[in-house]
């Protein structure tokens, strides 16, 4: 088995369950992703590490077919049964060296992330690259309903080989809802996320000064300054610190004690795939506040687990979170209560690994044929 992604930290953070999963049925797991500060993790996991240089935002067609020939030298020396990518660069390129070496590939579209959301242009090259990738895969998993949609109607998969996944789960255990907070009639509200403009991140410290002229909520961000093309402003996000808006709280390796004293999760986001922090809320009782776009909406149920607002709109984000604020506390519970129910109806870890495991069960048993179709660019 050979697992790729843009960074070891990516497999750790998203994949961890997956890796320990198959190593103790048996398998034996190589990654192949860049070498940074979490490959050891991923070695003391069990994981075999196979260095693999990449710029997983860059757009060179030259960096681009040196890493397709990257991938199908790795392919070539461990020899998997199965070649798994998690991530875009790793789906195209890594399928199609897969393919190329004569091996099945299960991939996971997490997210269409920036390049959907930068124009006709990028998105037209995306999808002939995935359709080029892609066309032989034997299953395609998918976040949410309406990019498993999108790739179905732009021809670029078939509908057997597409297939949809509660992202990647959410440990039930390590996120549970602890003591119920005390009534506070002005909330904490919580961002959790890339600081990037695509997170929705200057909606929020727009509405976090709106709703603060009329209100003493507090608004708290986890996460840092990014070097992103698509990055928030780090001039805006330090002003509204500045000015007292909002409290920065840097990078946490552990985010549980700061949902916990949250009484509100928001991601007012453009697009998602299904998005982790929103899955940790669920699982520790807390109603989010979240906009209407796939990912989120595929979680949030609203009026039931939490509050929809419309996309790249302050205004609707600033009605949410005065909305929100007026709740009793009945209510607030009420909707927590909900959303751990969701939770573990519907996202445990467990019940991700599961498919996983399924499908690659099925193409070790000789069932995980090609697709037979060819799709020409």
């Excluded at 393919?99 to 242009?121: D, E, H, K, Q, Y």
Aim: net charge positive; glycine share 6%.
């Amino acid at each position: 088995m050979l697992v790729s992604a843009n960074s070891a930290w990516n497999l750790l953070h998203f994949r961890r369950a997956i890796i320990c999963r198959l190593i103790e049925l048996g398998w034996r797991v190589a990654a192949a992703v860049p070498r940074d500060e979490f490959t050891a993790a991923l070695e003391r996991l069990g994981a075999e590490v196979h260095p693999l240089a990449m710029n997983p935002s860059g757009v060179s067609p030259m960096a681009d077919s040196v890493l397709l020939l990257r991938y199908y030298r790795i392919l070539r020396t461990v020899k998997p049964t199965v070649f798994m990518a998690f991530t875009a660069k790793p789906n195209i390129y890594g399928s199609a060296a897969a393919t190329w070496a004569g091996i099945p590939s299960i991939n996971t579209v997490s997210g269409l992330g920036t390049g959907f959301l930068s124009g006709r242009s990028l998105e037209a090259i995306l999808t002939k690259l995935y359709r080029w990738s892609l066309r032989r895969s034997y299953r395609v998993f998918f976040h949410n309903a309406d990019d498993r949609e999108l790739f179905l109607l732009s021809k670029i998969l078939r509908e057997e080989q597409a297939a949809i996944v509660s992202g990647s789960g959410v440990s039930l255990s390590d996120f549970s809802p602890g003591p119920s907070s005390r009534y506070r009639e002005d909330p904490t509200f919580l961002f959790i996320g890339r600081f990037l403009k695509d997170k929705g991140v200057h909606e929020f410290l727009e509405a976090a000064a709106a709703v603060r002229r009329v209100r003493a909520a507090k608004f708290q961000m986890i996460g840092s300054l990014d070097r992103h093309p698509r990055a928030a402003s780090a001039e805006a996000i330090r002003r509204s610190a500045s000015q007292g808006h909002v409290e920065l709280l840097g990078t946490q390796a552990e985010v549980q004690p700061f949902i916990a004293a949250a009484d509100c999760i928001v991601l007012p986001s453009y697009r998602e795939g299904l998005p982790r922090v929103l899955l940790e809320a669920a699982a520790m009782g807390k109603p989010v506040i979240a906009t209407n776009v796939p990912g989120c909406r595929d979680v949030v149920e609203n009026g039931v687990t939490g509050l929809i607002c419309d996309p790249k709109s302050t205004k609707s984000l600033t009605d949410a979170m005065l909305a929100f604020s007026s709740m009793p506390m009945s209510d607030r519970q009420e909707m927590g209560r909900r959303a751990r129910n969701k939770a573990e109806r519907q996202f445990s870890e467990d019940r991700v690994v599961d498919l996983y495991v399924d499908a690659i069960s099925e193409v070790a048993a000789g069932n995980g044929r090609y697709a037979d179709h060819e799709v020409a660019l």
